[in-house]
Nanobody
Framework: QVQLVESGGGLVQTGGSLRLSCAVSGRTLRLYAMAWFRQASGKERDFVAAISGTDTTYYADPMKGRFTISRNNAKTTVYLQMNSLEPEDTAVYYC?????????????????????WGQGTQVSVTV
């Protein structure tokens, strides 16, 4: 069983930065695609970024150049560095994991494809 625990959310002004963390327990991250999704109030859960077992990264278009997904050398924590934040980035951010048998995989972009989820962390960006 994999457990994901997010942290790092909060309130920030437009143009500010936050770094979200997702601590993973139970398995080695190399065999998991890890992703961040977000869900604004009254909206669907949207893809933000993902990282594969080979550390290849993927981003939704609005996040390119502003957000960076990464993980630590021990492969136990996934991060989402968010810069140049805008009010439109306000949402609950969720960490997700999908299990594979190989490190050679491409993370999916649909939330229904993921096996495990964290509880979410609120990010609020004020004008």
């Amino acid at each position: 069983q994999v457990q994901l625990v997010e942290s790092g959310g909060g309130l920030v002004q437009t143009g500010g930065s936050l770094r979200l963390s997702c601590a993973v327990s139970g398995r080695t991250l190399r065999l998991y695609a890890m992703a961040w999704f977000r869900q604004a109030s009254g909206k669907e859960r949207d893809f933000v970024a993902a990282i594969s077992g080979t550390d290849t990264t993927y981003y939704a278009d609005p996040m390119k150049g502003r957000f960076t997904i990464s993980r630590n050398n021990a492969k136990t924590t996934v991060y989402l560095q968010m810069n140049s934040l805008e009010p439109e980035d306000t949402a609950v951010y969720y960490c997700a994991a999908k299990a594979y048998e190989s490190v050679w995989h491409t993370p999916p972009f649909q939330p229904t494809e993921y096996d495990y989820w964290g509880q979410g962390t609120q990010v609020s960006v004020t004008v």
